[in-house]
Antibody, heavy 119, light 110 residues
């Protein structure tokens, strides 16, 4: 059974840092692009970043460029999102998703982890 | 303001057919595959339609997708109460070099 499980969310002060993790099982992690998508409370979905199979290509939405870093460890079947210089507008549920933008029928999302940026 | 435009809300009665639209441009829908996701209340989004009109296994054939030019649509026939959810379209945008989502359409089953 395919599983992706996010962790690492929580309450952080503006300007602070947080590292999200996404563990996976039930599929060959290294065969897939991986993606982070977020959803602010009561709002729609926003793509954050994606990374290719070996980690050599990364793409980011403009609002997080220079502040967030996506990475992966294929040996550990894990995806990460290092978030620095956090702002109130980064408050959201962060979803880890298997696949890139054209994931075919391989798209699969985790249940999300909540990040709250507040003083 | 989302790159892809969706009407914020739609409604229908049980058994009806409802269509949800997604409008984009040549740099996204016009040149890329469109995906549709369903988000039931309090849950994570789930893939509903991929590559414009393909249904993953397990998705009822009441759901169908299509694309024409720079717009796409999701049709739901034989509407059921359990279809009440938020629906999002998504694709890649070549100008932004990023994935883009519609603002979502909240479907209410009356």
């Amino acid at each position: 059974e395919v599983q992706v499980v996010e962790s690492g969310g929580g309450l952080v002060q503006p300007g602070g840092s947080l590292r999200l993790s996404c563990g996976s099982s039930g599929f060959t992690f290294g065969d897939f692009w991986m993606t982070w998508v977020r959803q602010a409370p009561g709002k729609g979905l926003e793509w954050v970043a994606n990374i290719n199979r070996d980690g050599s290509e990364k793409n980011y939405v403009g609002s997080v460029k220079g502040r967030f870093t996506i990475s992966r460890d294929n040996a550990k079947n894990s995806l990460y999102l290092q978030m620095n210089s956090l702002r109130a507008e980064d408050t959201a549920v962060y979803y880890c998703a298997r696949g890139g933008a054209d994931c075919g029928d391989d798209c699969y999302w985790g249940q999300g982890t909540l990040v709250t940026v507040s003083s | 303001q989302s790159v892809l435009t969706q009407v914020p809300s739609a409604s229908g009665t049980p058994g009806q057919r409802v269509t949800i639209y997604c409008f984009g441009s040549s740099s996204n829908i016009g040149s890329r595959y469109v995906y549709w996701f369903q988000q039931l209340p309090g849950t994570a989004p789930k893939l509903l339609i991929y590559r414009n009109n393909q249904r993953p296994s397990g998705v009822p054939d009441r759901f169908s997708g299509s694309k024409s030019g720079t717009s796409a649509s999701l049709a739901i026939s034989g509407l059921r109460s359990e279809d009440e959810a938020d629906y999002y379209c998504a694709t890649w945008d070549d100008s932004l070099s990023g994935q883009v989502f519609g603002g979502g359409t909240k479907l209410t089953v009356l």
